[in-house]
């Protein structure tokens, strides 16, 4: 193994070499920050390095391996922060200029959990200013630039610079947050998996907070093997966070290569699969196919509960956001990106009537989704997004264009964070132009361990996760 091909390889790739003492913390680390020094002036996804800090990091991860103390699978993977997740010292600044001077006094629960498990920060990835935006933009700490074209494309948000960080091999692992799709969006539009948790799965405490209802946490990485170890380590009651009390934690890892079949497998019509570009249409037919020929059950499912959403989905997480944001707002809405502040101020005319029905008939929907069109199914398989990753020059032409657009390429992953869905984006083809396509697996609330082994065994019987062509980054 040539350190030249250590920022293709999965976390469990590299776990091993460290492992078996092949491959130091320090060395990894090295490389990673050469690569991110090499390629993060196209691509833009970091807005933080922490060289020093890495490194110190690593060499502890180091020693303690050369003493025996090595703390699991994770142990000496380095890994970026969404730059809403707090790391003590380190400024979290959600994207945002009104933001600049705000150091973290201490990590968040998730980034702690990671620490402890042996993990390395390479610094912060740039987010849609407060994980505001589907598509990804952001005009004050510039856009991500999507790996998969040389043309500026959308590479999806919130969670923008965690995906092509991960996607253009700058670090193995990368942090998101997930409130209508910003996990699984900027993971389906740059070719690898993400995974949004259920709301009470894992701790937001010292993530700042788009809405509190809504909002989860989940991990982007080469492999869904990987986000299930990610997972692994970031579950657990806390008391910080009181969506968590309650939620036992599970051991996902056991069953994950069982494989999938006897599962009940829908393909739910409503919605999810109106107005496909024919490249996703067809990516749809093969998946479908794949999931048949391992034995899964699969059917043509209704599922009325989710055209449902489509009127509510906004009036909740807005509401919300403009609750955070209220002070903001009245005082500093100039200083805000111009795709984010002037939507929030629109927001702000919503009615609490509004908010308080929307949030009514999404806990009725949830119920009845349980037990009606979900009763006897395991998984669902959807499109991720409608089509491919447009030019970020389409979403610049105006706000309405912005919004009309945004609100087409987040109708199927905000549809589950309202019904209360985990859910895992994953390769599934490529479009005409070389553009990733991905396929998502919804499962149950809480039903984490049945979408990561469906996920493991779709992947495992298709070959859809592969590298970009990075030769016009790097000339």
Known sequence: MTDTALHDLTITELGQLIRSGDLSPVALTEHLLARIEALNGPLNAFNLVTAERALAEAAAAERQNQAGQRTGPLHGIPYGVKDIFDVGGLPTTAGSRTLGENIAVADSTVTRQLREA????????????????????????????????????????????????????????????????????PAGLCGIVGLKTTVGRVSRHGVFPLSWTLDSVGPLTRSVEDAALVYQAMLGEDLEDDSTIGIGTHDVLPNLKAGAKGLRVGLPQDVFFDDLD????????????????????????DYPEAGFVQNIRGSISSVEACVIHGERLKTRVDEMDPVVGPRMLLDLKRPATEYAAARRQMLALRRSQLANSLRDMDILLTPTIPEPARPVADFEESLERYVDLSGRFSKNTATGNVLGLCGLSLPCGFSAKGLPISLMIYGKPFAEETVLRAGYAYEQATDWNRRPDLGWAES
Do not use: Y
């Not at 024919?278 to 037919?285: G, I, K, L, S």
């Open 118 to 185: 042996g993990m390395i920060v390479l610094g912060k990835t740039i987010t849609v200013e407060f994980a505001k935006g589907i598509a990804g933009i952001n005009h004050i700490q510039g856009t991500p630039h999507n790996p998969w074209h040389a043309e500026a494309h959308i590479p999806g948000g919130s969670s923008a610079g965690s995906a092509v960080a991960v996607a253009a091999g700058m670090a193995p692992m990368a942090l998101g947050s997930d409130t209508g799709g910003s996990v699984r969006a």
């Open 278 to 301: 024919p490249d996703v249409e067809q990516a749809m037919a093969d998946c479908a196919t794949v999931f048949a020929d391992m034995a899964a059950h699969v059917e043509k499912i």
